[in-house]
C-alpha cells in the first residue's frame, strides 16, 4: 500500500543540476516523480527545494532542462532559497530580514555577493576555502537593504536555511496553522543543520545516498570522516532512509537501533517492454557510471583483455565522464584495445544502450544502492558485479546475474565471458533480471516511503523531545 497520509510533503536538497552529481540527482528527482504517481497532492508530488546559491536565470535554465527531459512533473513545484531571498523593491525578503540580528561581516573572511535580478546585493555569504566542514560554520551570513547596506546577520548557513524553511512552511500551513509538513532530506550536509529545527508539526525523513565507510569498506571500517558527525545526531532525525537492508543492518549492528533506521529503496520504473534477446548485439558489453577512482574503471578495461582472447568480437561501451577518463584512454591504449572498448562519454538515454547490450559490467568499490545495476536488471540485461557493498548482492540475490569477489580482475573477465558465451545462462539471467528488478520498482520504493511518513506522523517529532 502506497497510500501517503493527509500532510504537506517536501524534498530538499543541496543542488539539482542538470548532469551534475550523477546518480544523487536522477534518483532525488525520481523519488519526486514517483511520489506524483502515488498521489501525492493530487499528482502534483511534492515542492522540490534546493539551496544553490546560483541565479535566478540559472534555476530557470535547470527547471527547463528537467521539464525537457520529462524529469519532473511540474517544473513550477521547484523552489530555491536565493530565488526567493531578493524583495522586489531591493534589499532582502522580509522573511530574511525578520531572522537577521544585528552585527556585521566577518573582517577575517572574504564573502561572496548573492544578487538580486537587478544587480543588488541580497546576502552575502562568508567564504570558507579549503575546510570540508564549511556549511557548520556560524560564521556571519550578512543580510542587505535595498541599497546594498548591511542590517543585519545571520549565524551561519544552517540558521540561514532554517529560516527559508521556516517561511516556506508557513506557506504551506497558511490555511491550517497545525498542518503536519514532512520533509525528506536528501543531502547530509543539509540533514546536519536541520536537527536544531525544532517545530513540532515538521517530520524530518533523512535520505541516504551513499555509502558511509571508508576502505575496505567492511562493516567495522573507518567512518568516512564527513559521516563522523552526521552519526552522533542520527537519532533526532524522525525517520533515516536507508536503500539496502545490508547497510541498514551494519548501521544498526554498530551504532544501534533507535527506531529511527528504515529501509526506503530509490524506485525505477520497470521498462515498458524487454527487447527479446535477438535484439541484443552479440558480445556488447557496457558500463554505465562516472569516470571516477570508485568506480574502478581499469578493472574492467584490464579484465577485458582476458575477455577478448575468449570472445573475439567483445566490446565495452563505457558511457560516463570524469576525472579518470585521460588516464583510462591511455591505459586502453597501452592494453591495444581501441578496437573493442570505447570512452562514450555521457548520456542522457542510457535505455538504449543497456537494450542493445549482452551484458551489464559493475567494477565499483561501493555502492549506495546501485541504480545502474537496477537499471540494467530492469532492461533484461545480465550483470556481472564485483561482490561489493552495498547494492550488487541484496540486486542480485533474486538472480539475473553473476557475483565475483571483490576485486577479482580474473575472475570478472571469466565471469563475462562466460555470460556471453553461454546461451542457455544468458536467456536464464537476463529472465530472473526483470523479475528480480521488482523488488526495487516504484510501488515497493512508495510503499516503503508512505510507511516511513505513516510512522512518524504518528508520533512525535524526535527532535522536539
Known amino acids: ?80 532559497l536565493f530565488d526567493e531571498a531578493a524583495d522586489p523593491a531591493g534589499g532582502a525578503a522580509s522573511w530574511l530580514r525578520a531572522a537577521a540580528r544585528a552585527g556585521g561581516a566577518d573582517p577575517a573572511l572574504e564573502y561572496r555577493v548573492i544578487p538580486d535580478a537587478a544587480g543588488r546585493p541580497v546576502v552575502s555569504l562568508p567564504v570558507i576555502a579549503g575546510d570540508p566542514d564549511w556549511h557548520i560554520s556560524d560564521a556571519a551570513v550578512v543580510v542587505h537593504d535595498g541599497t546594498g547596506a548591511g542590517i543585519g546577520v545571520l549565524g551561519g548557513f544552517g540558521a540561514l536555511y532554517r529560516a527559508w524553511l521556516a517561511h516556506v512552511v508557513a506557506g504551506l500551513r497558511a490555511a491550517d496553522a497545525s498542518r503536519p509538513v514532512v520533509v525528506v532530506c536528501e543531502s547530509r ?26 576502505p ?3 562493516p567495522d571500517a573507518a567512518l568516512n570522516t564527513l559521516w563522523s558527525r552526521w552519526f552522533s545526531v542520527a537519532e533526532r532525525f524522525d525517520a533515516v532512509l536507508w536503500p539496502t537492508h545490508a547497510q541498514r543492518a551494519d548501521v544498526a549492528d554498530r551504532f544501534g ?22 535484439e541484443r548485439v552479440p558480445g556488447r558489453v557496457v558500463m554505465l ?35 579518470e577518463r585521460a588516464a583510462l584512454q ?4 597501452d592494453l591495444g584495445l581501441t578496437a573493442h572498448v570505447v570512452l562514450r562519454g555521457a548520456t542522457d538515454d542510457p535505455a538504449r544502450a543497456l537494450r542493445a547490450a549482452s551484458a551489464y559490467l559493475s567494477t565499483s568499490a561501493y555502492e549506495g544502492q546501485g541504480l545502474a545495476i537496477v537499471e540494467a536488471l530492469v532492461d533484461g540485461c545480465p550483470v556481472v558485479s564485483y561482490d561489493a557493498p552495498y547494492g550488487p548482492r541484496e540486486l542480485l540475490s533474486r538472480g539475473g546475474g553473476v557475483l565475483v569477489p571483490d576485486g577479482d580482475v580474473d575472475a570478472l573477465a571469466g565471469a563475462v565471458v562466460q555470460v556471453l558465451t553461454d546461451p ?14 521488482r523488488a526495487v520498482d516504484p510501488a515497493h520504493a512508495m510503499a516503503a516511503l508512505a510507511g516511513a511518513a505513516r510512522d512518524v506522523l504518528g508520533r512525535p517529532s524526535r527532535r522536539s523531545r
Open 330 to 333: 591511455a591505459l586502453i591504449d
Open 424 to 437: 542457455d545462462l544468458h536467456h536464464r539471467l537476463a529472465v530472473e533480471a526483470v523479475q528480480s528488478a
Open 1 to 80: 500500500m502506497s497510500d501517503f497520509p493527509d500532510a504537506e510533503y517536501v524534498i530538499l536538497s543541496s543542488r539539482l543540476i542538470p548532469d551534475m552529481d550523477g546518480g544523487y540527482t536522477l534518483a532525488t528527482l525520481a523519488r519526486a516523480r514517483q511520489m506524483a504517481a502515488a498521489g501525492v497532492h493530487g499528482g502534483r508530488g511534492p515542492l522540490l527545494l534546493t539551496v544553490d546559491p546560483g541565479t535566478p536565470a540559472e534555476h530557470a535554465r535547470h527547471r527547463a532542462a528537467f521539464d525537457g527531459r520529462d524529469l519532473v512533473v511540474d517544473p513550477t513545484r521547484m523552489r530555491n
Open 189 to 214: 550536509q543539509l540533514g546536519e543543520l536541520l536537527v536544531g529545527w525544532d517545530d513540532p508539526d515538521v517530520r524530518l525523513l533523512h535520505a541516504i545516498h551513499t555509502i558511509h565507510l571508508e
Open 216 to 218: 575496505p569498506y567492511t
Open 257 to 278: 537501533d533507535a527506531g529511527v533506521h528504515v529501509v526506503v529503496p530509490h524506485g525505477v520504473a520497470s521498462a515498458a517492454s524487454v527487447p527479446p534477446g535477438s
Open 289 to 323: 557510471n562516472r569516470l571516477a577512482p570508485g568506480k574502478r574503471v581499469d578493472h574492467a578495461v584490464r579484465a577485458f583483455a582476458a575477455v577478448v582472447a575468449g570472445v573475439p568480437e567483445a566490446t565495452l561501451d563505457i558511457y560516463g565522464e570524469g576525472a
